[in-house]
Nanobody, 125 residues
Framework: QVQLVESGGGLVEAGGSLRLSCAASGRTFGSDIMGWFRQAPGKEREFVAAINWSGRSTYYTDHVKGRFTISKGNAKPTVYLQMNSLKPDDTAVYYC??????????????????WGQGTQVTVSV
């Protein structure tokens, strides 16, 4: 299976920016959909953004649309999440996930096959 490792999280003041990276490795690497999810303490895992592996289609939750941008490397097997104008409500552990074959649903965690370990994002007031 593909292995996913997130990085780039940290502490930032409101209005600041962070770029998360999701590096894929393993004996195989192929998935129709790559997604970012986040989970705050005491809350359910929430869909943030997704991209098809061709990079030609992207999807966002309304909470981040216009502020976050998901993209993939041109050559490197890496998916990025550029986060601008960060708000305290964005504070969460952010997870990268892969869906080997598109199920028709990109926003539900159970539809994804492989997950990274998560990276903490904390936005202060």
């Amino acid at each position: 299976q593909v292995q996913l490792v997130e990085s780039g999280g940290g502490l930032v003041e409101a209005g600041g920016s962070l770029r998360l990276s999701c590096a894929a490795s393993g004996r195989t690497f192929g998935s129709d959909i790559m997604g970012w999810f986040r989970q705050a303490p005491g809350k359910e895992r929430e869909f943030v953004a997704a991209i098809n592996w061709s990079g030609r289609s992207t999807y966002y939750t309304d909470h981040v649309k216009g502020r976050f941008t998901i993209s993939k490397g041109n050559a490197k097997p890496t998916v990025y999440l550029q986060m601008n104008s960060l708000k305290p409500d964005d504070t969460a552990v952010y997870y990268c996930a892969a869906q080997r074959r598109f199920s028709g649903n990109y926003y539900t965690p159970n539809e994804y096959d492989v997950w990274g370990q998560g990276t903490q994002v904390t936005v202060s007031v």
